[in-house]
C-alpha cells in the first residue's frame, strides 16, 4: 500500500485520470479495498476533484463565445476539389493500370502470349519454305526445257555438220567429176623465124660469116613459147638478141 501511495503521488502519474491510476494498480494485483486505502492517503481524491474545477473553468470561457459561423462553398472551391478529386482518381487508376501491364499480365498471359508468337512465327516459316520450293520447282523447269532446247540444236548441228563431211568425202573420192589437167603454154618446138627463110640473102650472108662468128639459138627450158636468138659478130662487145 506505501508504494502504491508513492505511486499516486508521483507528479507525472497526476497527470493522468484517478480512473487510469487506479486501473493500473488493479493491473499490479491490489485489490480494490487496498487501492481505495492508497487513494486515500495520497489524496488523490482531492487532487482529482481540483483537476475536475480547473477543467471546467477552461471550457467555461470557450462556451460563452459565439459560435463560429461556416461560410459556404463558393463555385471555384467547388471546381477545384472536383478537380483534385479526378487528378487523385486518374493518378491511382494509371498507378493500378502500370502495375498490372507491368507484374499481373506478364505473370498470367506472357506464357500464352508466347506460345502464339511462337506459333506465328513457325506458320511463316512455312509460308516461306512453300514459295522458296515452288521457286525452286521453276527454276528446275526452266533449266530442263533450256538443256531440251540446247541438246535438239546441238543434235540438229551435228547432222548438219556430218552431211557436210559426207558431201565432201564423196566429192574428193570421186575422181572423174574432176576435168584433166591442161598446160596453160603450150610447148612450141624452136625454130627459124619466117622472114630469115624468106630472104635468101640473109642466109647466104649468115653462111658466109660462118667463120667470123657463130648463131647461137637459145631457148627456154620452162616450155615456154619466147626463143632467143644470138649473133655473134666476132666482138665481145656486139650481141644481138632477137625474141619472138
Keep these: 500500500i506505501s508504494t502504491a501511495v508513492k505511486f499516486l503521488q508521483n507528479p507525472n502519474v497526476q497527470k493522468s485520470s484517478l480512473a487510469h491510476r487506479q486501473a493500473f494498480l488493479r493491473k ?77 499480365e506478364p505473370f498470367f498471359f506472357g506464357i500464352e502470349r508466347k506460345q502464339k508468337s511462337i506459333e506465328d512465327s513457325i506458320l511463316e516459316l512455312s509460308e516461306e519454305l512453300k514459295k522458296v520450293n515452288v521457286n525452286v520447282q521453276k527454276i528446275s523447269e526452266h533449266q530442263k526445257q533450256q538443256n531440251e532446247q540446247s541438246q535438239s540444236s546441238a543434235a540438229k548441228q551435228i547432222q548438219e555438220l556430218k552431211a557436210e563431211i559426207a558431201t565432201v568425202k564423196g566429192l574428193l573420192l570421186n575422181r572423174h567429176q574432176f576435168p584433166a589437167a591442161t598446160p596453160s603454154n603450150p610447148l612450141v618446138p624452136p625454130s627459124i623465124p619466117a622472114w630469115q627463110l624468106s630472104s635468101p640473102q640473109a642466109t647466104d650472108g649468115e653462111e658466109g660469116q660462118k667463120g667470123e662468128g657463130d648463131i647461137e639459138i637459145c631457148t627456154s627450158g620452162s616450155g615456154s613459147s619466147e626463143n632467143e636468138v644470138v649473133i655473134n659478130t666476132g666482138s665481145d662487145s656486139s650481141l644481138e638478141m632477137i625474141r619472138e
Design 28 to 104: 499490479k494485483g491490489l485489490t480494490e479495498e487496498e487501492v481505495q486505502i492508497a487513494s486515500e492517503r495520497a489524496g488523490a481524491f482531492q487532487n482529482d476533484g481540483q483537476l475536475q474545477t480547473m477543467l471546467q473553468n477552461q471550457v467555461a470561457p470557450s462556451a460563452n463565445k459565439p459560435p463560429y459561423l461556416l461560410q459556404p462553398p463558393t463555385f471555384w472551391s467547388r471546381t477545384r476539389d472536383i478537380l483534385n478529386t479526378v487528378a487523385i482518381i486518374g493518378g491511382i487508376t494509371y498507378g493500378l493500370y502500370l502495375f498490372y501491364k507491368k507484374y499481373i
